[in-house]
């Protein structure tokens, strides 16, 4: 089975620079999330979809960050003007559907997009 | 915001030693996860203990939970060079199923 796909793996940019991440999710889980890991942290949360709606944003800098996942499948996240402290690991994680509300969600992770804002 | 914290922050042992790692977290839980993450690469889901659950066992994996004290640990055994790689615990409450991830401990396993 494969795994969760992210490209690119690395970016370098200047601030005020716009930046695209793609995440293609393992077949059949209708779960995605975006998650921000900056170094010495654990993993934050930014965005969940199920299918191609949003189920939570509430991290999520919308005045700069945007997201979407128009077919339910693969996802983008953008982000636009970058700043400084956007410079993280962007790790996009996928799970299968839940037909129990607090069955645990084993998430699977893809190897993440390290971005550097200079 | 991160749920919990781990302790400790970095732990350097001999190959072959066991490693305890701790979680503590701050409101009630579903259920308890640990991950570990290679340098430069993805999450991987190691064990699920549920919040009715004190102690659970996979191969080399021991974790307990403790749900008086918000807290769980992580134990190891017999560790190898292999097992290098930071460790995070990460919890779900309430009817949301997002994780909430700890701010991870560095395993160093020396050959």
């Known amino acids: 089975e494969a795994g969760v796909a992210q490209s690119p793996r690395y970016k370098i940019i200047e601030k005020r620079q716009s930046v695209a991440f793609w995440c293609n999710p393992i077949?059949?889980?209708?779960?995605l999330y975006w998650y921000q890991q900056i170094l010495g942290q654990g993993p934050k949360l930014l965005i969940q979809?199920?299918?191609?709606?949003?189920?939570?944003d509430s991290q999520l800098p919308k005045d700069r960050f945007s997201a979407e996942r128009l077919k339910g499948v693969d996802s983008t996240l953008k982000i636009q003007p970058a700043k400084l402290e956007d410079s993280a690991v962007y790790l996009c994680?996928?799970?299968?559907?839940?037909?129990?509300?607090?069955?645990?969600?084993?998430?699977?992770f893809g190897p993440g997009t390290r971005l550097t804002v200079l | 915001s991160q749920q919990g914290e781990e302790d400790p922050q970095a732990l350097s042992i001999q190959e072959g030693e066991n490693a305890t790692m701790n979680c503590s977290y701050k409101?009630?839980?579903?259920?308890l996860q640990w991950y570990r993450q290679n340098s430069g690469r993805g999450l991987v889901h190691l064990i699920l203990?549920?919040?009715?659950?004190r102690e659970k066992h996979s191969g080399r994996l021991r974790v307990t939970l403790d749900t008086s004290k918000k807290s769980s640990s992580l134990l190891i055994t017999a560790s190898r060079a292999a097992d290098t790689a930071s460790y995070f615990c990460?919890?779900?409450?309430?009817?949301?199923?997002?994780?909430?991830f700890g701010s991870g401990t560095q395993l160093t396993v020396l050959p």
């Open positions: 994680a996928s799970s299968p559907i839940m037909t129990l509300p607090l069955s645990y969600n084993e998430q699977f």
């Open positions: 077949s059949g889980h209708a779960t």
């Open positions: 979809f199920q299918n191609n709606g949003v189920v939570d």
């Open positions: 409101t009630s839980i579903n259920n």
């Open positions: 203990i549920r919040s009715n659950e």
């Open positions: 990460a919890t779900t409450s309430g009817s949301a199923r997002q994780l909430t």
